[in-house]
Structure formats: structure tokens, C-alpha cells
């Protein structure tokens, strides 16, 4: 099971998290989308896709702190395999800040990084979707 952790204050990350969720499962890959999440099992293997916008200063979105406290307390998630998707603006210095702060935190904690994250930007011309789908597309192979 794949689930995708949406961290969002304004909506668009959920929108992309669900843009994730459809193209995983054109590729028969099976995924849900958690909006709300304070902590993992440890015992299960599974793959975890993290899908974030940076708020405030660089800090996680309000729904995902309870998870970004439960993972500082350094959790062993050797049993699961993750991927960071992140929002944000390059025009500030804390961009996509929320994102590398929870691939940090995951590496930390013995996850297993499928590959480097992705970041959208707000700033480019292209819709966040548009930009995290193209380069997902190349990573699918990861998640079998």
C-alpha cells in the first residue's frame, strides 16, 4: 500500500496529492491519500509519498505537526520506503523548506528514500501537477 501524506493549509497540495493518487493508479498501483496523520505503524511495510507546501516560515502545514513531532522523536521505519513531493516558492529563502525538513527527518529515522525529492515551484509557468506528474512519471518504477 502506498499512502500519500498530504500536509496543506490552502488546498493545493491536496489537489496534487490526488493528481498522484490517479496516476499511481493508472499504473496499478495501489493508494490512498491521509490528510490527517499523527503517527505509523511501525511493523507494517509500506511506502509513504509526502506531499507538502511549506507555511508560515518554513514550517510544516498545521495538519502534518503532530507527524513531524511523532517523527522527531527518531521512530525506526526501516520496514518502509518513502518519496518528498514539495510546494513552494523560490522568491523566498524557506522554500520548499517543509518538505526537505520531513525527507531529513525520514532518512533519520532509517526510511528508505526511493529518490530525490520533488519540488514545484510556484514561480514557474507551470502548474504544480504538471511539474510534479513529468517527473513522477520517471520514478514509477520505484515503487513495484
Not at 505537526?65 to 520506503?81: A, G, Y
Request: proline share 3%.
Amino acid at each position: 500500500m502506498i499512502k500519500i501524506i498530504v500536509g496543506t493549509e490552502t488546498g493545493t497540495a491536496e489537489y496534487v496529492a490526488d493528481e498522484v493518487l490517479d496516476l499511481l493508479g493508472e499504473h496499478d498501483l495501489n493508494a490512498e491519500v491521509i490528510d490527517q496523520i499523527s503517527e505509523l505503524s511501525l511493523d507494517d511495510t509500506e511506502t509513504l509519498v509526502i506531499c507538502t507546501s511549506t507555511h508560515g516560515a518554513g514550517e510544516v502545514p498545521n495538519n502534518l505537526k503532530k507527524f513531524e513531532q511523532w517523527l522527531q522523536t527518531s521512530p525506526n521505519l526501516e520496514n518502509k520506503k518513502f518519496a518528498v513531493i514539495g510546494l513552494g516558492d523560490s522568491s523566498y529563502d524557506t522554500f520548499c523548506q517543509a518538505a526537505k525538513s520531513l525527507d531529513e527527518l525520514l532518512s533519520n529515522a532509517n526510511a528508505n528514500r526511493m529518490f530525490t525529492p520533488i519540488f514545484a515551484d510556484a514561480m514557474s509557468d507551470e502548474l504544480p501537477e504538471d511539474i510534479v506528474l513529468l517527473l513522477l512519471k520517471a520514478q514509477l518504477d520505484k515503487f513495484v
